[in-house]
């Protein structure tokens, strides 16, 4: 069985929608969720579907072991960032090789980087005039939205194009492809 610890800071519309997708799994289950905000939404969600928690502070993640021993404790597998907007340190990354994937909600490289998340993205995807816009999941390296990307989809921005409406569009497409990427990589 491989064992999945989802990293989220928001509300978990995505964490939901993963734990949701692999409930009746014969090969891949969701082991921990992970957030580094006390009242964090995906913790509701995390105890309605019973699964353990790890609630992570910013000394012990970037100036210790970047919960490296906790995760191998829970005999994570495979790590799903979904909205959690900390920057990964370098040894979480060395002890999860090419086991560690993000989604971004535009169609990297563009739009990527620090401070770009949520309606930042869509707000600047819009004020751009780009005629589409997307999702990105990508490898986690030591940069913000940088690691090879492994999968795109795209959606187009209408004339009339609100930060709302496209995040809509955007989570539609997060939603419908997040879980069967993560399916195919976290069993490699």
Sequence with gaps: ?????????????????????????????????VTN????????????????????????????DAYTGSLREWQIDF???AGFLWKIP???????PNKMIN?????LPKYGGKGMFGNRVHEA????????SG????????????????FQSSC????????ATLAQKIQSLEHEHYPVVIEKLAQL
Excluded: W
Excluded at 139 to 149: A, K, N, Q, T
Excluded at 156 to 163: F, I, N, S
């Design 1 to 33: 069985m491989t064992k999945i610890a989802i990293f989220a800071s928001g509300t978990g519309s995505n964490t939901q929608n993963i734990i949701d997708y692999f409930r009746h799994h014969p090969g891949i289950a969701i082991g921990l969720i």
């Design 79 to 81: 790590i799903v960032l």
């Design 103 to 107: 989604i971004h909600p535009a169609l």
């Design 125 to 132: 995807v819009i004020a751009s005039g780009d005629k589409e």
């Design 37 to 64: 905000k006390p009242g964090a939404g995906v913790l509701e969600i995390a105890k309605k579907e019973n699964v353990p928690t790890l609630i992570i502070e910013k000394e012990h993640f970037f100036f210790g």
């Design 135 to 150: 999702i990105s999941i990508h490898y986690v390296d030591d940069h913000y939205d940088h690691g090879h990307i492994i």
């Design 90 to 96: 370098p040894q979480l990354i060395a002890a999860y």
């Design 156 to 163: 187009a921005v209408d004339e009339k194009e609100t930060p």
